[in-house]
């Protein structure tokens, strides 16, 4: 079945890195996507990576993939106040075009 | 316009009433797609259009629910009879085509149900 699960909670004190994972149970994932909602916003994507990639870097953001475990991770370097927010993971399928989130991880930066 | 609007952005309503949502995607965008939020979830798919036609309608919850885009625009989705349990963020999204494109979110309507 289709099951996208995140840890619900990250603290961590600006400047620090963070660390978000994100477990899918679909292989026949092609696309992986973060998700970032702050309040009274929509969900903004912040990054991507195809399922034959094992990493992908855009500047703060580096994200893993692990096809053999299913997991995924987003690192987040050099923590601000400002990346504050809810953090999704979303898996879709190849030929398909529904995604499937994750629970969400509420990622909190401390001053 | 520059992203996916969607009104209204709060909706308060008595149990038994119908509410109406409205969905403005991306101008040009193909596709459009509804989701549900509860509190302290992720998003659920709901529905899905390509243009006007309603391509998959295989995540509402029940015959309350209703979608349409009549032009390949706008849509709206239709809650009758609203219950206790519909209260939730419900969101739209659009995209440039299908098929694992990129989808772009509006910044969702909370709903209220009394």
């Known amino acids: 079945g289709e099951d996208v699960e995140q840890s619900l909670f990250l603290s961590v004190r600006e400047g620090d890195s963070s660390v978000i994972n994100c477990t899918y149970t679909?292989?026949?994932?092609?696309?992986l996507y973060w998700y970032k909602q702050e309040p009274g916003a929509g969900l903004q994507l912040l990054t991507y990576?195809?399922?034959?990639?094992d990493m992908k870097q855009d500047q703060r953001l580096t994200v893993l993939l692990n096809k053999k475990d299913k997991h995924l991770s987003l690192r987040i370097a050099d923590t601000q106040t400002g990346d504050s927010a809810i953090y999704f993971c979303?898996?879709?399928?190849?030929?398909?075009?529904?995604?499937?989130f994750g629970t969400g991880t509420r990622l909190k930066v401390l001053a | 316009g520059a992203g996916v609007s969607q009104s209204p952005r709060y909706k308060v309503t008595k149990r038994g009433q119908d509410v109406a949502l409205r969905c403005d995607p991306i101008?040009?965008?193909?596709?459009l797609y509804w989701y549900r939020q509860a509190l302290g979830q992720g998003p659920e798919f709901l529905t899905y259009?390509?243009?006007?036609?309603?391509?998959?309608k295989s995540g509402l919850p029940n015959d309350r629910f209703s979608a349409e885009r009549p032009e390949g625009s706008i849509s709206t989705l239709t809650i009758q009879r609203t219950e206790q349990r519909d209260s939730a963020m419900y969101r739209c999204?659009?995209?440039?085509?299908?098929?694992?494109?990129?989808?772009?979110f509006g910044p969702g309507t909370r709903l209220t149900v009394l």
């Open positions: 999204a659009s995209s440039l085509v299908n098929l694992g494109n990129e989808q772009f």
């Open positions: 679909d292989s026949s994932s092609t696309y």
């Open positions: 990576i195809f399922s034959n990639m």
């Open positions: 979303a898996e879709i399928a190849s030929g398909t075009y529904k995604y499937i």
């Open positions: 101008s040009g965008h193909v596709s």
């Open positions: 259009f390509n243009y006007e036609a309603q391509q998959d």
